[in-house]
């Protein structure tokens, strides 16, 4: 059994935590929003007043943040994670957020004797609601494997992926491929609709051949049929297509179609579908055409 500190109880933390709960662990949760409080109460999860009342007891602490900012101010803030501290805490950062962000919090956290590990996810509201997530982790190997028991009790594909940084660079490659691949699936739709042929159909074929993808398997059905209820909002996948295009700058490497893709999705957030799924960029794709 673990003394787990779990902060940022929404679309991703709750489930997560709720299965921490499930598995034994001493979890005490805290989140801004008192729903999402009182949904860690119903799960059997005690919860607290402030990070400081969340973190003193834990020996692991596990961050679900919408942005760096968040993260920042949870972590370092005055009366926040590494202020609270016991001595040889874990943090586990599952947000996503820039590299340069989390490898600045392990450095802080190593000067107050904290480890730390990036920990970001894939697999969307489902992956989080099955224990099913993709986990990509980066940081010291002695911890991650003290934190996988945890990891296993929340994901399916749990991956050490290399040093501090590491999970958030995977993570913002993983972004980059389902966007791109968002932004080519609305432009087979537009192309085959406005070709006459049916677009489902078609999807169906590519489906069974080499443009095979999770996307189409899971999506182009609800995109064909224009529904667009999150899932996971525009406006998430903006703040991650500057993350990639911040990883990019970092590594000093040029990724021109990410750039694309990102003033796509920049578009879908101007036109006001900031709150809708990602597969909305396929309005973007139709406004471009006219259609
Ligand atoms: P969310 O907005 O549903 O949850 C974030 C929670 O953090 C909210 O409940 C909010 O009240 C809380 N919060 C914000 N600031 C806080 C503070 N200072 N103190 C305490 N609580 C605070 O977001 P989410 O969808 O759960 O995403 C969380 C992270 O996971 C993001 O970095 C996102 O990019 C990533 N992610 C999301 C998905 C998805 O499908 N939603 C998939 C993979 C990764």
Do not use: C
């Amino acid at each position: 059994m673990t003394t787990v500190g779990f902060i940022g109880l929404g679309i991703m933390g709750g489930p997560m935590a709720g299965h921490l709960v499930d598995a034994g662990h001493e979890v005490t949760g805290y989140d801004l929003g008192p729903d999402a409080l009182a949904r860690l109460a119903d799960a059997g999860g005690k919860t607290a007043g402030s990070v400081a009342e969340a973190v003193t007891a834990a020996d692991v602490v596990i961050t679900m943040l919408p942005n760096h900012p968040h993260v920042e101010e949870v972590v370092l803030g005055a009366d926040g994670v590494l202020a609270n501290a016991r001595e040889g805490l874990l943090l586990i950062d599952m947000s996503t957020i820039r590299p340069e962000s989390s490898l600045a919090i392990t450095e802080a956290g190593k000067a107050k004797g904290v480890r730390v590990l990036d920990a970001p996810v894939s697999g969307g509201e489902a992956g989080a609601k099955q224990a099913a997530l993709s986990i990509m982790v980066g940081g010291e190997a002695a911890d991650f494997a003290a934190a996988k028991p945890l990891f296993d009790q929340v994901g399916k594909t749990v991956v050490h992926v290399g040093p501090h940084g590491a999970g958030q660079v995977v993570k913002a490659a993983n972004q980059l491929v389902v966007g791109g691949t968002y932004a080519l699936v609305a432009e087979a739709i537009v192309l085959l609709e406005a070709s006459g042929v049916d677009a489902k159909t078609g999807l169906d074929v590519l489906a069974g051949g080499l443009a095979a993808s999770r996307i189409l398997d899971l999506k182009r059905a609800s995109m064909v049929d224009r529904q667009f209820a999150p899932g996971f909002w525009i406006d998430l996948h903006h703040k991650d297509m500057g993350i990639a295009l911040a990883a990019a700058r970092q590594a000093d490497v040029s990724l021109p179609v990410t750039g694309l893709v990102a003033q796509l999705v920049a578009a879908a957030r101007a036109m006001g579908h900031g709150g809708l799924d990602h597969s909305a960029l396929l309005k973007v794709t139709e406004a471009l055409s006219g259609r």
